[in-house]
């Protein structure tokens, strides 16, 4: 079989690398692959398409199926994903102690359709009570003003979203125009140790191993898609790109679970992932649809109750039928 070229732009993440500096091959696909900033690949990507397949934004790739838009399709492998708790910047001074403190308030976030927004904004309705409608939200970009959202919205009604794009997150923040930011990378103030600026859950981590303990939920934040064009001239392509990251991940664990030269320059970097192990089961980065349902199924539940996806997915619509077929088992 002649070898189909594809270009694949992603993340240099340890559990790609094998697959990224060729140690790992897909069948019958001669790849080539683009390590950049992951906003770069995003915003070419999405607005271009300037390559055959990428990590996306697992919000922004569910809002395009939901709006019809059928020149993606995906892969059901996770690259990155993250709990959001530790996600919430509050000042220290302010009104906000508690998660049920920020009903009413004004909340800062870079887009509405940030995946991570979509989770937190979830966990504060599902997890905590809180009435998205009773915030007023204000669009920003996190350090720099002029960021903008990517794909359209169908926000419900009562939600209040207003753009401030001569603003920064940051500096609202600091200067007390907003009570709380929601931002995956987190600001400068905070990054630059800002007295008054802090995480909502300053013990993130307990707090997310609670959580995923009481709904199963583990956040996925980026997916893989491809051009629709390019899986339907060659259907077997998504499968053997599957079957490579899968390979690609087990090489990365099995590097971790290395107890004699540890791989990774992390103290006890091996115990870390056998606790997450005990946590998530024994595969804790599980690619595939069945093993994540609980996960899609929250989000897309999420996505749709916030305007982000137009109409409510089934994880099922997300990724091609050819893979769905054989990785259901």
Not at 235 to 249: D, G, H, S, V
Not at 272 to 287: E, I, N
Request: net charge negative; glycine share 4%; hydrophobic share 40%.
């Amino acid at each position: 079989m002649n070898e189909v070229p594809l270009t694949l732009a992603i993340s240099r993440y340890d559990h790609v690398e094998d697959l990224v500096s060729g140690r790992v091959v897909p069948e019958g696909i001669h790849l080539t692959c683009l390590s950049l900033p992951i906003e770069e690949i995003f915003f070419r990507f999405l607005k271009y398409r300037e390559w055959d397949a990428s990590e996306v934004s697992f919000a922004k790739y569910a809002s395009l199926i939901s709006q019809g838009d059928r020149a993606l399709t995906a892969i059901p492998v996770f690259p990155s994903r993250i709990f959001r708790h530790s996600s919430i910047y509050v000042r220290r001074d302010g009104a906000v102690r508690t998660p049920q403190d920020l009903a009413g308030k004004r909340i800062g976030l870079p887009e509405w359709a940030q995946t991570a927004a979509v989770y937190s904004r979830g966990l504060l309705a599902h997890q905590y009570g809180i009435d998205l409608a009773s915030i007023e939200w204000i669009q920003a970009g996190v350090n720099e003003p002029g960021r903008s959202e990517k794909v359209a919205l169908n926000l419900p009604p009562g939600i209040r979203l207003t753009p401030a794009p001569t603003k920064s997150l940051s500096r609202m923040l600091v200067e007390g125009e907003v009570d709380a930011v929601l931002s995956a990378h987190p600001p400068d103030c905070f990054e630059n140790a800002h007295p008054n600026i802090a995480r909502l859950f300053e013990d993130y981590m307990t707090v997310e191993a609670d959580y995923y303990r009481a709904t199963g939920i583990f956040p996925i934040m980026h997916v893989i898609a491809l051009k629709r064009e390019a899986v339907e001239a060659h259907p077997w392509i998504a499968m053997n790109l599957f079957k490579a990251f899968e390979e690609a991940k087990r090489r990365s664990v099995a590097r971790a679970l290395e107890v004699t030269a540890p791989r990774f320059p992390i103290p006890w970097c091996f115990e870390h992932t056998r606790q997450a192990q005990k946590l998530f089961g024994q595969d804790h980065w599980p690619y595939g649809v069945d093993a994540n349902r609980t996960t899609l199924e929250a989000f897309l539940q999420y996505a749709y109750d916030q305007g982000v996806c137009h109409r409510r997915l089934a994880p099922e619509d997300l990724f091609p039928e050819q893979v769905l077929s054989q990785v259901r088992v």
